[in-house]
C-alpha cells in the first residue's frame, strides 16, 4: 500500500536533517533482532485446524499449522544520536533527541488507539533491549552479564509529533507539561519514556522551527515561510528546502484536498527560491 506523501516527506526530512547528527533509519522493524521479528502462538481452539483439515482431507501433503503468526511492525523513525557532535543549531528538536529514540509523526490529532500503537513500538523497542522477549524456538537462561547489559536501555525514549491533540487524551495516559517549560511539549509517566510534542502550540521562534515544519495547516505553512527567509548560508536551509521541493513535486502527481491546495500554494513559493 501507498504511503502517504506528508509520510514520506516527513521520514525524508528527519532523515535529511538529522544524518549529520547520529545514525538515522527508516521504517526500522521493531524489535530490531530478526530472532524477535516472528512469534508463534497456539491457536485458542482448534476448530480452525479441524476444518481446514477436513476440506483438505483429500491431498494429505497439505500441511495444517495450529499456529498463527505475527509479524514486526515498523517505526516511523529510529535515531541513535552522536554524543560527540553538538545538535545546538536543531533547537528543541535536537534537545528532544538527545538519546536514542524512536520518532513518530502523525499529520492529525491523535486517538487513544493510534497513541497506544506509538507506545507499543517503544515499549517493545525497551523489553527487546532487557531481553524479555525470547526469541522463537529458543529458551535462553540471562547470565550475570546480561542483566547487567539490560539497564542500558533505559535512555531509550519514544517521541510522538502530532499538529494538535485534545487535551483529554494527554489527561488519560498521565501526562503533564514538560519539565523543560515549553508550551506545546508533555511527558507521559517516567514508566513510559515517552514525549508527546504538539506542533500547534509551540511558540514562533527560531528554536521550534524544526518542528513546526512537521505541523499542519498555518503552523506549518508559516514555517515553510520563516524556512524560506533564512539566510542561505543557514546549515539546514538548503537540505530542508530540497525536501519541501520533492514533496511538492510528489503531491503535484496526486489529488489536492483543500488544505492540501492552500499549502501547494506555499511549497510552490519554495520550489521557486533559488
Known amino acids: 500500500m501507498l504511503r502517504p506523501a506528508f509520510a514520506i516527506f516527513a521520514q525524508q526530512y528527519l532523515n535529511a536533517i538529522l544524518s549529520d547528527y547520529g545514525n538515522v533509519y527508516l521504517n526500522e522493524p521493531i524489535p530490531r533482532d530478526p530472532k524477535l521479528r516472528i512469534f508463534k502462538h497456539p491457536s485458542r481452539s482448534d476448530w480452525g485446524t479441524e476444518y481446514l483439515r477436513s476440506i483438505t482431507a483429500l491431498n494429505p501433503q497439505i500441511m495444517i499449522s495450529p499456529e498463527v503468526i505475527a509479524e514486526a511492525e515498523l517505526a516511523d523513525v529510529l535515531f541513535e544520536p552522536n554524543v560527540e557532535k553538538s545538535r545546538t543549531s536543531l533547537g528543541l528538536l535536537g534537545e528532544l533527541v538527545s ?91 517516567p514508566a513510559f519514556c515517552t514525549t508527546i510534542v504538539v506542533t500547534s502550540e509551540l511558540k514562533k521562534d527560531a528554536s521550534t522551527l524544526w518542528l513546526r515544519v512537521l505541523g499542519r495547516g498555518p503552523t506549518q505553512r508559516s514555517a515553510i515561510m520563516e524556512l524560506i527567509a533564512l539566510d542561505v548560508d543557514h546549515p539546514h536551509r538548503a537540505v530542508v528546502k530540497q525536501q519541501l521541493q520533492q514533496w511538492y513535486r510528489l503531491l503535484s502527481e496526486g489529488q489536492m484536498f483543500k488544505e492540501c491546495y492552500r499549502l501547494m500554494q506555499t511549497l510552490a513559493i519554495v520550489d521557486g527560491v533559488s
Open 99 to 189: 538519546a536514542p529514540c524512536i520518532i513518530e509523526i502523525l499529520r492529525w490529532a491523535p486517538d487513544t488507539w493510534e497513541l497506544r500503537t506509538c507506545m507499543r513500538h517503544g515499549l517493545t523497542w525497551k523489553a527487546e533491549a532487557r531481553g524479555s522477549i525470547i526469541p522463537v524456538e529458543e529458551n535462553p537462561v540471562p547470565t550475570d552479564e546480561q542483566e547487567n547489559d539490560q539497564l542500558e536501555d533505559d535512555d531509550k525514549i519514544l517521541l510522538i509529533i502530532v499538529p494538535s491533540i485534545d487535551p483529554k487524551e494527554i489527561e488519560g495516559f498521565g501526562g503533564q507539561a514538560s519539565v523543560i517549560n515549553i508550551p506545546g511539549v508533555y511527558e507521559l509517566p
